[in-house]
């Protein structure tokens, strides 16, 4: 069973950075799907980004393309979310899933995810 636990949420100005942390236990980074995404307060979840299968390929959401990034550590078995130039549109819970046999169609479809972590509230004030 994959447990994944998120951290690095918090308040943080317009125009500021912020690195969000995905712990992974009981589940492999080298060839699972790995992906962001984001929920603002009262709208459906949405796709930020994916490593597709262990990072062969990478994908980004329109909204956030140059300014965020992706990323994974192996040894740590931790995924990681840069964030630069935030705005206040990027507030959100911030979630980590893990899907173990993803397809290009649906890297983006939050139904297709297996595991998800608790979520971290990221606050972009203006």
């Known amino acids: 069973q994959v447990q994944l636990a998120e951290s690095g949420g918090g308040l943080v100005q317009a125009g500021g950075s912020r690195r969000l942390s995905c712990v992974a236990s009981?589940?492999?980074?080298?060839?699972?799907?790995m992906a962001w995404f984001r929920q603002p307060l009262g709208k459906e979840r949405e796709f930020v980004a994916a490593?597709?299968?262990?990072?062969?390929?990478?994908y980004y959401a329109d909204s956030v393309k140059g300014r965020f990034t992706i990323s994974k550590d192996n040894a740590l078995n931790t995924v990681f979310l840069q964030m630069n130039n935030l705005k206040p549109e990027d507030t959100a819970v911030y979630y980590c899933?893990?899907?173990?046999?993803?397809?290009?169609?649906?890297?983006?479809?939050?139904?297709?995810?297996?595991?998800w972590g608790q979520g971290t509230q990221v606050t972009v004030s203006s």
């Open positions: 899933a893990f899907d173990r046999g993803a397809i290009l169609s649906t890297v983006r479809d939050p139904k297709a995810y297996d595991y």
């Open positions: 009981g589940g492999t980074l080298r060839t699972y799907t």
């Open positions: 490593l597709f299968r262990g990072g062969t390929h990478t």
